[in-house]
């Protein structure tokens, strides 16, 4: 082609491997507007013309979007840096979202090599827990817990579990009762196992849960399932409680108990990374901390020292109290020790 010869539109769609339609789409975009046309009315693209369409097929290649091929080739100035950027990052998307599919495609296979061949139902609420969790969770950090959304045996134990849970409930059986607290206990102690004993994923997994309607049907586990669960436990606890407290002292925590939570899972987590980063006690962040836990107890525990004081005994002498409450021993023991340092009047 010289710089006299014009093509037209089927001309140029043949030469090019494009398609009469997408150069009218071009046209009417203003991306690739042909030069001149016929007396007949054709559209007519001379060699600029065709250089640019060479320019947008290459610009196109690496993904990029047409309207940001069109601001690059009608504003040298236009920043190439960051249309590369951008392109980068969704290709890292799309790289990502086809690894989790091949993922899951890889977890079926295994499955059928096995000679099970799962259910449908089943297997799509498999892939819908596993959709949930992707959005809360990276892949590093999934990989970090004990159990996996597609771990088909845990499932199955946490079904039968909230199976159990959601019958009490409709028996009517009090949450009170030591049947329900057994449940609580359990489910508890199943949690902070899956957690890895981690409180900050304690408190990801239980906004999750508390927010998202989708898990919550896929789950079962509602908000009344929650409350129930957490009035069972707090019973369990109230129950070893009371060989420590008098009547009144126990009635106090029976009025606060589980009121402050998710503070609680917050402040927790944030203790716990401070001792992996070995700050020391007196440290001012630790002392901070030190200073919330000593208000979180006492809204709990009130504020007579010697109230306080048998529930520490509780907790040395019964360490099942630190049952699903992501406290170690030796958290209470570096907590004590930032509170000793803390000022008199705190």
């Known amino acids: 082609m010289n710089d006299n010869t014009a093509l037209k539109i089927g001309e140029l769609a043949k030469r090019t491997g494009l398609t009469v339609r997408a150069l009218h789409h071009y046209d009417s975009i203003g991306l690739l507007k042909p030069s001149a046309r016929s007396d007949s009315g054709y559209r007519l693209y001379n060699v600029n013309d065709v250089a640019r369409l060479h320019q947008i097929q290459a610009l196109r290649r690496f993904g990029i979007a047409l309207s940001d091929i069109a601001a ?57 827990l596993m959709a949930v969790y992707d959005r809360y969770f990276s892949k590093e950090e999934l990989a970090r817990l004990p159990f996996q959304p597609q771990d088909r045996q845990r499932n199955r134990s946490w079904a039968q579990l909230v199976a159990q849970v959601r019958s009490a409930m409709a028996e009517g059986q009090a949450a009170e009762s030591e049947a329900s607290q057994a449940l609580a206990r359990r489910w508890m102690e199943m949690l902070e196992k899956d957690t890895a004993s981690d409180p900050a994923t304690a408190a990801r997994i239980a906004a999750m849960m508390a927010g998202d309607a989708g898990i919550q049907y896929l789950t079962g586990v509602t908000p009344e399932v929650t409350a129930y669960v957490m009035a069972a436990f707090s019973a369990f606890k109230l129950a070893i409680y009371a060989r420590y407290l008098d009547a009144e002292e126990l009635q106090h925590l029976r009025v ?43 809204a709990y525990a009130g504020d007579n020292p010697q109230t306080q004081a048998k529930m520490r005994r509780a907790q040395q002498e019964q360490p099942v109290l630190l049952t699903g409450t992501w406290m170690k021993p030796e958290m209470l023991a570096y907590v004590r020790s930032a509170m000793a340092a803390l000022p008199a009047q705190a």
């Open 72 to 128: 690059m080739l009608d504003d040298p100035a236009h920043p190439l840096a960051d249309t590369v950027a951008r392109q980068i990052e969704a290709l890292e998307h799309q790289i990502e979202q086809a690894s989790l599919l091949r993922r899951r495609l890889k977890q079926l296979q295994g499955q059928l090599q096995e000679g099970e061949a799962p259910e449908l139902a089943g297997w799509l609420r498999t892939m819908e």
């Open 256 to 298: 606060n108990s589980g009121r402050n939570r998710e503070k609680w899972l917050d402040l927790i987590a944030r203790v716990q990374r401070q001792m992996d980063a070995d700050a020391a006690p007196s440290a001012p962040a630790t002392q901070a901390l030190a200073g919330e836990w000593q208000a979180l107890f006492r």
